[in-house]
């Protein structure tokens, strides 16, 4: 059985397929070959094809795959401009999301704040990232890109004896070009989801070594 989110990710790629824009390689940017559309996107190979979403390799047929093929629709060639950084409750019409984009964004990532640290390079390699603009402030943080033109920056605060551990997630300037309010929010959570993997991953291969 189809279940409805299957069915969203199917709309959108029948949409998009039925007249594919001749630009979607540069736009998204993108590899295309036999209208398949190759690049990464939250932290993985993403391949778009008729037949579906993957990344790597696995079928994306949930969330994630809504907003890849919502990304696939929305691109256009454009340069992502980083700076000035927006927050979330910056972006119009984001005050219905704006809870949700706090609890599953930045506060879900507040316990593994000590783990992120280390593995802070590992994610950002992942990620296709860099280091943050001068300025930004946090104990550590890091540019991530979970679509190629969208990117999200990620202030880190760790505990200390007066202050609890504290994360920031700010957007990319023009992040709103290439996707609606509501995908910008689902983005910063599941990148926020894939952070937290990659930091688990990294205990768990530092644990086994010792």
Do not use: W
Request: net charge negative; glycine share 8%.
């Amino acid at each position: 059985m189809t279940g409805a989110y299957e069915k969203i990710v199917r709309h959108n790629l029948d949409r998009l397929y039925r007249d594919l824009p001749k630009d979607l390689e540069r736009a998204l940017p993108a590899r295309h070959r036999e209208r398949r559309f190759v690049f990464p996107a939250f932290g993985q190979r993403c391949v778009i094809a008729p037949d579906g979403i993957t990344l790597d390799g696995r079928l994306q047929t949930g969330p994630v795959g809504i907003l890849i093929s919502l990304y696939a629709l929305h691109a256009e060639p454009r340069e992502t401009r980083l700076q000035p950084l927006r927050a979330f409750k910056e972006f119009p019409d984001s005050m219905p999301y704006a809870g949700a984009f706090a609890a599953r964004t930045e506060q879900a990532l507040v316990p593994a704040v000590a783990a992120i640290g280390p593995v802070a390079g590992r994610i950002v390699e992942a990620f296709g990232g860099h280091s943050a603009p001068e300025g930004v402030g946090g104990d550590f943080a890091f540019v991530l890109y979970p679509l190629p033109r969208i990117a999200l920056c990620y202030i880190f605060y760790e505990a200390d004896e007066d202050f609890p551990a504290a994360a920031t997630c700010l957007y990319s300037a023009n992040a709103d070009r290439f996707l609606p309010t509501d995908a910008l929010a689902d983005v910063g959570e599941y990148t926020s989801s894939r952070i937290l993997s990659l930091a688990a991953q990294g205990a768990a291969a530092e644990k086994s070594t010792t």
